[in-house]
T-cell receptor, first 111, second 110 residues
Framework: GEDVEQSLFLSVREGDSSVINCTYTDSSSTYLYWYKQEPGAGLQLLTYIFSNMDMKQDQRLTVLLNKKDKHLSLRIADTQTGDSAIYFCAEDGAGSYQLTFGKGTKLSVIP | SQTIHQWPATLVQPVGSPLSLECTVEGTSNPNLYWYRQAAGRGLQLLFYSVGIGQISSEVPQNLSASRPQDRQFILSSKKLLLSDSGFYLC?????????FGSGTRLTVV
């Protein structure tokens, strides 16, 4: 079945860039997503990318997609303490009724 | 605009007691609705999904059940809770751009 893999932890210093990586197996994905979960809260959609795009930039966020290698990354520029959260990668699979999520990467920002 | 409401936010229940968590969606019709559980390991486990009234699909056999009595209402239930039912429960609906999640219910079974 479909699988989405992420590293579990990432620690960066405030002001540095964070890069969270994700690999997936379903080559028929239409959209790929990044969700952010702050402590005790639900998941919020952070950004997404259409599968025929290589890059999408939104303020401090840059999403890179390598469809050939099935690799997705999220770069957060000038990381702030408020960026500390768990980040989930997800893909939809063509015509799928559901999203497949990675286990989440816990980003810790050191002041 | 579409909104999703989930309650209660926290719940502490004894083993063997019943459970009812409710989720409602506003601003959309005939949504696909989902119940997820997030245990201590942080991954999201899909429990149930529904594509319409009375239509429930179960992804994982367990002590829980789900119902969809109205188009925009999705209920997660249990007749007798187990300790292993503790976790963070999330309701979601699928729109044109992925899921929108509720704020979650933290369930602790004691």
């Amino acid at each position: 079945g479909e699988d989405v893999e992420q590293s579990l932890f990432l620690s960066v210093r405030e002001g540095d860039s964070s890069v969270i990586n994700c690999t997936y197996t379903d080559s028929s994905s239409t959209y790929l997503y990044w969700y952010k979960q702050e402590p005790g809260a639900g998941l919020q959609l952070l950004t997404y990318i259409f599968s025929n795009m290589d890059m999408k930039q939104d303020q401090r966020l840059t999403v890179l997609l390598n469809k050939k290698d099935k690799h997705l990354s999220l770069r957060i520029a000038d990381t702030q303490t408020g960026d500390s959260a768990i980040y989930f990668c997800a893909e939809d699979g063509a015509g799928s009724y559901q999203l497949t999520f990675g286990k989440g990467t816990k980003l810790s920002v050191i002041p | 605009s579409q909104t999703i409401h989930q309650w209660p936010a926290t719940l502490v229940q004894p083993v063997g007691s019943p459970l009812s968590l409710e989720c409602t969606v506003e601003g959309t019709s005939n949504p696909n609705l989902y119940w997820y559980r997030q245990a201590a390991g942080r991954g999201l486990q899909l429990l149930f999904y529904s594509v319409g009234i009375g239509q429930i699909s179960s992804e994982v056999p367990q002590n829980l059940s789900a119902s969809r009595p109205q188009d925009r209402q999705f209920i997660l239930s249990s007749k007798k809770l187990l300790l292993s039912d503790s976790g963070f429960y999330l309701c979601a609906w699928m729109g044109s751009m992925g899921y929108t999640f509720g704020s979650g219910t933290r369930l602790t079974v004691v």
